[in-house]
């Protein structure tokens, strides 16, 4: 087994949520025992702490629906140094926090990757497509605008910070989406990037999509980066999240697909979000995440050797 080096960085943004609650995702994720989920598989783990807000980024933008911009950018801009300079050695686990918290993670690891020459994918495990423009979306909850956001769409100048890089429509995959709202679908149709609803899933099964994905970032030599939002999940298992749909992953179905992303090998940062605590039911979907990502490092229920037999 390949021992990591594991930076968990708290990012409690709750400004881009509809409801308030996610600042307390770090915390809640501490308390299950992230950190020591992950050092008991052999890897080591630094926790570099808790961010905190910065303040607000003038920003102005012509959606009076729009919520909490100022601060939303503002954290955008501070996340994505941060994800940048961390991703420099190690692999870098972010503790949301709201979802858009990922317009700041994937602009700094987009900017890495293009430093060192290799393309960045992304996995984006979630309900929502999150592919709204400033413009598009009606509830004006900035989390459901990352996705469009560091894929360089139109509608975000002005409002958001300017992209050092972007990342190809075509290198982001989506799997588990189940609630599309009519502007998101006009422009994810042609826009490239590969959707894997939950009917996706129900007729071929979770693995062989998650494997076309891998090998594909296996034969570019891509980065990958996973953004696991809590309402990716069924919230049967999973109630601590403000965005619940029915009929999510299941727990088998989220399980396999950490742990085919820990044989590949290849996911180098992570993003924990859209747990909100307040909603959770005796910790349960803080303890379900910490075994999800105990998955990704390398837990498994019996060793499967390589062999024929
Ligand atoms: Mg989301
Ligand atoms: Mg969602």
Redesign the pocket.
């Known amino acids: 087994m390949t021992t990591r080096v594991c930076k968990l960085i708290g990012a409690p943004v709750h400004d881009g949520a509809g409801q308030r609650g996610c600042e307390m995702g770090p915390i809640a994720l501490r308390t299950a025992g992230l950190a020591e989920a992950i050092a008991s598989l052999g890897h080591r783990v630094a926790d570099l702490g808790t961010l905190s807000p910065p303040p607000p980024r003038p920003a102005s933008f012509p959606n009076p629906a729009l919520k909490n911009l100022p601060q939303v950018a503002a954290w955008v801009e501070t996340l994505a140094e941060v994800a940048f300079a961390e991703s420099a050695e190690g692999m870098p686990v972010f503790m949301g926090g709201d ?1 858009s918290l990922s317009a700041g993670t994937v602009a700094g690891l987009a900017r890495r990757a293009a430093l060192l020459g290799r393309p960045l994918f992304v996995l984006w495990l ?1 309900a ?1 497509p ?1 592919f709204h423009s400033l413009h598009s979306t009606e509830s004006g909850n900035i ?2 605008t990352p996705v469009a956001y560091v894929t360089g769409q139109p509608g975000f100048a002005g409002g958001l910070p300017t992209l050092a890089a972007t990342v190809e429509p075509a290198h982001v995959a989506m799997l588990g989406i189940r609630s599309v709202d009519a502007a998101e679908r006009r422009a994810l149709t042609d826009s490239g990037i590969t959707v894997f609803d939950m009917r996706a899933i129900d007729e071929h099964s979770i693995a062989p999509l998650l494997r076309q994905v891998l090998e594909r970032v296996r034969a570019l030599d891509g980065l990958l980066h996973v953004s696991l ?1 809590v ?1 990716f999940l069924d919230p049967s298992i999973a109630p601590a999240v403000g965005t619940t749909v029915p009929g999510g992953a299941t727990f088998r179905e989220a399980h396999l697909v950490m742990e085919m992303l820990h044989d590949s090998g290849l996911v180098s940062s992570l993003d924990l ?2 747990l909100n605590p307040f909603l959770d039911e005796r910790g349960r979907t803080a303890t379900l995440l910490v075994d999800l990502v105990a998955s990704l490092f390398g837990r498994r229920v019996l060793d499967r050797p390589t062999r024929s037999f």
């Open positions: 979802h979630d929502h999150d989390h459901g939002d309402d979000v859209e």
